[in-house]
């Protein structure tokens, strides 16, 4: 989910803020279908000067290779409202390559639900469980990445109660899930040289009206599918000052549908390895155990791979690795699911797409 520009005070939001009113999401998080309502995945747009939102697609192909793509109407962090693209592209001889380009305030525009546009890339419905994306950048060495790739939607979409925390009223983070199951077919280029891939894919819309360096903490956040099974789980803590309690979730079902929901799992990171990327330790798996179901995640490939420190002025940046570490992970990660639950297999396992923010902690 997540480049850069990563415009960042970090000596004041070290700060201890003071304790806002807290809104969690309302509505029943054990029921996550049935607050979902395809409007949910239009703009969502605010003049609050920490006002971002971005859309998130990713696919894994039969070939091995993977796809990450988001299109934003304001990115993260910076506070300059400007829109930005983000392409990452895993070939098929496991070289990660990522393009990311942030364009004029103004230059995003917006059609139905979940159609929206940025520069030359975009996102447009095709009748009504199917989006075309299309989308192009190009990486620091120049080469030109391109996309495009057809998501249709197989399984309900879903959001946690109302689909938003809000900190005295403003939101600090809104989450839904429009696709948390696609089937996935179109075509990849590479300095022009073409590939037609298919497989499964994903697609998740966030938002907020405070800038996340003022509120997060860090988060863990991963889409899991197999011919037998579809995962999303995450993990989200905000900064402990500010009160909000841990915000976990694993949704769990077949090709279909979900068919078991989870609010208060345990998280375990296993193991830790040094990514030069991000210029800080991350965990080489992740456990994560409820009373219905355990999962075992295991990286195999990264992503994406950010420090955040060095667009810190350069005195405060001794001062930001002692404390926080801020970066970002993207991993092609393998895993082992065992449930206890009608309508799932006992054990599965498959590939999916693992995520770590860390801004503040951890």
């Not at 996102?123 to 060495?141: K, L, N, P, Q, Y």
């Not at 030109?144 to 938003?164: H, I």
């Not at 011919?227 to 077949?254: H, S």
């Amino acid at each position: 989910m997540l480049r850069l520009l990563f415009v960042f005070s970090f000596a004041c939001a070290a700060c201890a803020p003071i304790r806002p009113r807290v809104s969690l999401p309302a509505g029943d998080p054990r029921q996550p279908h049935a607050s979902f309502n395809p409007a949910d995945d239009g703009p969502h747009p605010s003049a609050e000067p920490g006002y971002f939102e971005w859309w998130y697609y990713d696919a894994t192909f039969e070939d091995g290779t993977s796809v990450t793509l988001a299109l934003y109407s304001a990115q993260l962090f910076a506070g300059d409202r400007r829109p930005a693209v983000l392409v990452n592209l895993l070939d098929t001889s496991g070289k990660s390559r990522a393009a990311y380009h942030a364009f004029e305030p103004g230059t995003a525009s917006f059609g139905q639900a979940g159609e929206v546009s940025v520069a030359g890339s975009s996102a447009r419905r095709i009748g009504d469980r199917a989006v075309r994306v299309i989308a192009s950048g190009r990486t620091a060495e120049g080469e030109a990445l391109e996309v495009d790739l057809t998501f249709e939607g197989t399984m309900p979409g879903f959001k946690a109660g109302g689909g938003e925390v809000r900190l005295d009223g403003k939101v600090a983070l809104g989450w839904v899930v429009p696709m948390p199951r696609a089937r996935v077919e179109g075509s990849v280029r590479i300095a022009g040289v073409e590939r037609r891939v298919r497989g499964h894919g994903y697609h998740d819309h966030n938002w907020g009206e405070l800038n996340l360096l003022d509120t997060m903490g860090y988060w863990y956040w991963g889409r899991l599918t197999s011919d037998q099974a579809t995962v999303v789980y995450a993990n989200v803590n905000f900064r402990e000052a500010l009160g909000v309690p841990p915000l976990t979730m694993v949704v769990a079902g077949d090709a279909e549908r979900f068919r078991a929901v989870e609010v208060s799992p345990e998280f375990i990171p296993v193991g830790e390895t040094y990514l030069a990327g991000a210029n800080r330790v991350v965990p080489r798996g992740l456990v994560i155990r409820s009373d219905t179901l355990g999962l075992r995640l295991a990286s195999v490939k990264t992503l994406e791979a950010v420090d955040f420190t060095p667009s810190v002025s350069w005195y405060l940046r001794p001062f930001v690795r002692r404390v926080s570490h801020p970066a970002y992970v993207r991993q092609l990660c393998t895993y082992q699911l065992t449930t206890h639950v009608d309508g799932l297999p006992a054990a599965s396992s498959g590939r999916g797409i693992a995520e770590y923010m860390y801004i503040y902690r951890r």
